[in-house]
């Protein structure tokens, strides 16, 4: 499954991502929106806004932009499970900015902590 991006990062663009997004979760599944995220997540990391993703930089083609999340090395698990999708959210605004799915499976208990490495987000269509 690819990368979805919600509705404000599809109109302001990758920006959003790298000066919103306060928090990345990982999920037991896909969340549909940001009241959902509180159903599936099963830890975050908070990064406060600015910091959970790099400026925009040219994407893997030439008409597609990127942005790469911070890896984490300390996310707090809340709840026991397997977490398959992980959620880019902006806390303070309750918006659900972008979810994919997470490259492997990751078993987590409740109370400890969770890594993951750098990924990237690409939107295709270059905006100058």
């Given amino acids: 499954m690819a990368t979805r991006l919600g509705p404000r990062v599809l109109d302001f ?5 790298d000066t919103e997004a306060t928090h990345i979760h990982i999920c037991s599944a896909e969340p549909s929106s940001f009241a959902n995220v509180a159903a599936v997540t099963l830890g975050n990391k908070n990064f406060g806004a600015g910091n959970a993703f790099g400026s925009p ?11 790469a999340s911070t890896a984490i090395t300390d996310g707090t698990v809340t709840a026991t499970g397997t977490a398959t999708h992980w959620a880019a959210v902006d806390q303070t605004n309750s918006r659900l900015n972008a979810t994919g799915p997470l490259p492997a499976s990751l078993a987590v208990v409740s109370g400890s902590q969770f890594t993951l490495g750098s990924f990237e987000v690409e939107k295709p269509g270059r905006t100058a």
């Fill in 13 to 17: 663009g990758l920006n959003v991502l």
């Fill in 57 to 67: 930089a040219d994407g893997s083609t030439t008409d597609s932009r990127k942005v």
